[in-house]
């Protein structure tokens, strides 16, 4: 009997993983039909993450309009997926708009333009930010503003373009790729992180707004996204607690992998995914439940860092 218990033991593991296999494909596969055919419209589709979504929902035979603000970086993820296109697989020759989501007084004509593509948006991923850093008294109103238009007043008057024809047609997903401090605040990043809780509280309100018309709001919150090349350095343990936390919460997560996590919102059509890891995650709990303690904690570390330079 234990020889045998031995010798299934092997073949147990292998149906396991030939069942872990199939799902897989299986959910690969049913995240492309789900997009097959739909037009896909993609803000800031020349930053890292947006050029992974690209990728991804040209893969999927979804009807591309890609949005951005500088012409050459357009063509030139245009010309990338064009040459790894599938010949075998029916996908769609990308359209590429000019867009700048600081510049309020143009975002609703070019949101216009955007429909004109081709008549409807099916998918609409607002993916488009600006960051900046560095202590609330120094950095400048004007500076705050710009933030303030590129992050919030720019992706919501480009919604709200795009949403009368969503309703009309009682169909469409509104994807928001937002932040981990939409949740919390990060000291010496005041304007950055007020963004973030605005356009995450009028997406949550749109939500449900919208749910009569079966028009579906998503936001997807990683903790931040590193770029391609970026990743974590190998460093002792610290004698701050603060620095530890901090280091943990900013690693963040790479390009691809939230891209797919868009996918399978939009598939699954879920309503709010946040991508972290078991600190992250914590804070978010400890914030909400024990603030007093959250608030000693990040304000241990930013005695240490009163000199922190700008960033723009």
């Known amino acids: 009997m234990g020889i045998m218990a031995v010798l299934m033991l092997p073949l147990l593991l292998l149906g396991i993983s030939g069942l872990l296999f199939i ?25 890292g993450l947006g050029k992974e979504c690209a990728r991804v929902f040209h893969a999927g035979g979804a009807r591309l309009v890609l949005c951005g603000k500088n012409w050459e ?31 309020i007084s143009c975002v609703q004509d070019v949101a216009k333009e955007v429909l ?3 008549g409807c948006v099916d998918i609409l991923i607002n993916n488009a930010s600006v960051k900046v850093k560095g202590p609330a008294h120094k950095i400048s109103l004007e500076l705050d503003k710009k933030i303030m238009d590129a992050n919030y007043f720019g992706p919501i008057t480009f919604t ?16 928001l790729v937002n932040n981990i401090q939409a949740k919390f605040g990060i000291p010496f990043r005041t304007a950055y992180a007020a963004s973030k809780h605005a356009i995450m509280g009028f997406f949550d309100c749109l939500r449900a707004e919208v749910e009569e018309y079966d028009v579906v709001v998503s936001t997807v919150s990683p903790t931040f996204i590193r770029s391609y090349h970026v ?5 002792n343990w610290e004698s701050s607690i603060c620095k530890f936390f901090c280091r943990k919460l900013t690693y ?17 059509k879920k309503q709010e995914v946040f991508m972290a890891n078991p600190i992250p995650k914590a804070a978010v709990f400890i914030r909400t439940f024990f603030p ?19 960033e723009g």
Request: with cysteine; charged share 25%.
């Open 73 to 103: 970086g357009l063509e030139s993820l245009y010309a990338t997926l064009t040459s790894v296109a599938d010949p075998s697989k029916q996908t769609f020759t990308p359209k590429l708009v000019l867009l700048d989501l600081s510049d």
């Open 23 to 47: 799902y897989q494909e299986a959910s690969r596969l049913w995240s492309k039909s789900a997009v097959q055919n739909k037009v896909v419209v993609i803000t800031d589709a020349i930053s």
């Open 116 to 118: 004109d593509c081709y």
């Open 160 to 175: 709200k373009v795009i949403l009368p024809n969503m309703i009309s047609r009682r169909t469409g997903q509104i994807v």
């Open 231 to 235: 990743y974590p350095e190998q460093r």
């Open 292 to 310: 007093e303690f959250f608030f000693a904690v990040v304000a241990c570390g930013v005695k240490e860092r009163l000199n922190v330079p700008e």
């Open 252 to 268: 963040g997560v790479h390009p691809a992998e939230v891209a797919e996590e868009v996918m399978r919102t939009v598939r699954r």
